[in-house]
Nanobody, 124 residues
């Protein structure tokens, strides 16, 4: 069992940056593969990025490649999402997710544990 708490969301102008954090409680965080998803109003939850337990392999949605970076600090039980060059279409609630062994990287069904989300709003 792992509990996830996101933070770092807010309101930012287009072109700006934000860094989201996801703090995990529970045991064996370092064994979990982690992901970030986002959900805009009226839309389905969409994959943003994922990182394997070791931090050695990362995955990104095409829409964020080159702008977002996912990382993790297993000593701090935290995963991060650095978001640069933000666009209005990046607006949404951002969710952190975890699973012991990630098979479906870009599908919400591939993750077992979810945080409550943090709002990111990018103004034009």
């Amino acid at each position: 069992q792992v509990q996830l708490v996101e933070s770092g969301g807010g309101l930012v102008q287009a072109g700006g940056s934000l860094r989201l954090s996801c703090a995990a409680s529970g045991r064996a965080f370092s064994s979990y593969d982690m992901g970030w998803f986002r959900q805009a109003p009226g839309r389905e939850r969409a994959f943003v990025a994922a990182i394997r337990w070791s931090g050695g392999t990362t995955y990104y949605a095409d829409s964020v490649k080159g702008r977002f970076t996912i990382s993790r600090d297993n000593a701090k039980n935290t995963v991060y999402l650095q978001m640069n060059s933000l666009k209005p279409e990046d607006t949404g609630v951002y969710y952190c997710a975890a699973v012991n062994s990630l098979l479906l990287v870009s599908s919400p069904a591939g993750y077992k544990y979810w945080g409550q989300g943090t709002q990111v709003t990018v103004s034009s």
